[in-house]
């Protein structure tokens, strides 16, 4: 059975710092991107950042040089180090784990922002 579960969100002060954690399990193929996107109500869910099984990496415009993605291949493991945080970001935030022709996303963890 498939789990992708989220971790680390929560409520910050703008300016503050949250990392967020994913763990995926249960997966058989290998996971070549993991990434993190977010939501609000009544919008789109957008991509904030994904990460290739060989590191690299793609950001929202919008969190260029405030987050940063990681992961650890061995652990199926992907991690959202989130710094300088502006109320604008507070949002669902999911984590998706793709194989070669599927997609694994996990319930969604809060992160709220308070100006």
């Known amino acids: 059975q498939v789990h992708v579960v989220e971790s680390g969100g929560g409520l910050v002060q703008a300016g503050g710092s949250l990392r967020l954690s994913c763990a995926a399990s249960?997966?058989?193929?290998?996971?070549?991107?993991m990434g993190w996107y977010r939501q609000t109500p009544g919008k789109q869910r957008e991509l904030v950042a994904n990460?290739?099984?060989?590191?690299?990496?793609n950001y929202a415009d919008s969190v260029k040089g405030r987050f940063t993605i990681s992961r650890d291949n061995a652990k199926n493991t992907v991690y959202l180090k989130m710094n300088s945080l502006k109320p604008e970001d507070t949002a669902v935030y999911y984590c998706?784990?793709?194989?070669?022709?599927?997609?694994?996303w996990g319930q969604g963890t809060q992160v709220t922002v308070s100006s």
């Open positions: 998706k784990s793709s194989t070669s022709g599927t997609d694994y």
């Open positions: 249960g997966i058989i193929f290998s996971i070549n991107v």
């Open positions: 990460i290739s099984r060989g590191g690299s990496t």
